[in-house]
């Protein structure tokens, strides 16, 4: 039982920080790219 | 709810309404329509992925996970990440798709296996795809019924049939309008508002109940309210090894031939992105599981394990209505109705499109135009939607969401993965073998609640257990009857 709840409790705090990076990146370069695609979009 | 938090949902529909609608008129062709012309980026791809992924209903059904099965519900997230991460290295089937420059699985079985196999790969597809969406409103119905019950303290709200059917029909409409106005540039958009914003709430979320419960205290407690302490961390002892073994299929398939995820991978620029795309979403999967499964389990602490008004999906929404404070709740609630419209109007142009392209085009000799296929598609878009309401007031199947999406969704995708893997690395596989291992997969059928327990040989096996009898089945039928059938010309690919 120890392990299986040390593996959550491991996977969680892991998942948690690498999401909010994750997160942080994406959502910043992503906005670029959408403005991007939808500037391609009008101008065709 | 207070009055500022009503104030920050209101706006931010508007927002996306508006959003959604200055840019409908973009979308007047079928490619961009369907698959934004193949001009998605990585990073706006990933957040989109995600976007479509993280919806209203993937949030209630994996709290309900986490409600009732705790930690040891981690399992689906972590087969999830590593399923997904093995994708994004090797590219398997998705690289090889997007080579390819299909728009659809359908269109793949065409070039592989020729148009019969293409037109009942698709009309199977659709029967799985509709049948697995078939609930989603009436548990993003029951989302807004929680929070309402939970504001007002009205008892009845929460058992109301009609309330519900009225919540059900006012959601129906917003994403029917949404979802026939815009295209695939639009559900883009609100895919990138809904990343945004969903995984800024759910974080909070997430914060606040550590903050209200305490990290270890979860833990403790969970211990003390739950009479097996072992069933709460593992998986094999929770739900046994077939659950865990279906898991693991689950988390394949959904992430390599569901049409959601692929239309995605499908609309992006290059095979080299489509990889890096899946592995930075691998991160993305797991949250997607982990995160309302914690909060699953944070309600049941909450509420000391009891289930307020029958119903294990409400017991989510009542709690962050209960723990986050002003503002935030709004933003919750707000990113919630919006990951709701995300996920309907990318399941409706996903399924509605492959029914247009690859049911009606194939059949009336391939010569509509773009206009006639955005029109057809937008007919079929409100046939869909008021199917998902009738399904949703009728369906009384007591299984969980979660099980339930994945046994209609492998009436589509057992069959469907036997023909992908077997037809891009296997080159005896004969049409007839496809069209064998894509009818085998109707006896996933079996596995619906309805269905098991009226038929007595049938009532004592699990849906997974079915499931997993399904998919080997349609494997055994591909290899047999490629080996008794096989094609007589050899095909390119």
Known sequence: MIVWKLIWQLLFVIGFLSFNLIFIFFSIKGYRELKELLKGNYEK | MT?????IVLTYIV???????????????????????RKVGLSLGVATMLGTE??????????????????????????????????????IVVVKLRELRVKSIPEYYEIRFGKNVRILGAILLVIGGI????????????????????????????????????????????VLLYTILGGMISV?????????????????????????????????QLEILVSNPKSIYDPFQSRGGFYVSWQLVLGFVSAIIWPTAITRALSLKSPETVKKQYLWSSVSFLIRFMFPCFLGICAYIHYNGKVIGGETLMMMPMYLVEILPVGVLGVMVAAMLAAFMSTHDSY?????????????????????????????????????????????????????????LGITGAVYFTGAIAVILFGLYWEKASSVGALAALLGGLSALLGLEPIRKSISMFSTFQPEQIGLMTLAFSMILMIVFSLIFPDKKERKV
């Open chain 2, 348 to 404: 409706l142009l996903c399924w509605s499109t492959i029914i247009t392209n690859d049911i009606i085009d194939p059949i009336t000799g391939g010569e509509l135009s773009s206009k006639q296929k955005i029109n057809i598609s937008r007919i079929i878009i409100i046939i869909l939607g008021l199917y998902i309401l009738y399904w949703g007031l009728v369906y009384d199947g007591l299984d969980s969401i979660w099980t339930y």
């Open chain 2, 15 to 37: 927002s996306v309404f508006y959003l959604g609608l200055k840019y409908r008129d973009r979308s007047s062709d079928f490619s961009n329509f369907m698959i934004a012309g």
């Open chain 2, 131 to 174: 049948l697995n969406m078939g609930l989603f409103l009436k548990v993003g119905a029951i989302f807004v019924q929680g929070v309402l019950s939970a504001t007002y303290g009205i008892s009845w709200l929460e058992e109301s049939e009609s309330i519900l059917a009225i919540i059900m029909i006012i959601l129906l409409v917003m």
């Open chain 2, 54 to 91: 993280l919806g209203l209903i993937t949030v209630m059904y994996n709290a309900q996970t986490g409600f009732n099965d705790f930690f040891a519900a981690f399992h689906i997230g972590l087969f999830a990440l590593v399923v997904t991460m093995f994708i994004g290295i090797t590219g």
């Open chain 2, 3 to 7: 009055i500022f938090d009503y104030f």
């Open chain 2, 188 to 220: 883009i958009i609100t895919d990138y508002i809904q990343f945004v914003v969903l995984s800024i709430g759910l974080i909070l979320s997430v914060l606040f109940s550590i903050h209200n419960l305490g990290w270890f205290n979860i833990f403790d």
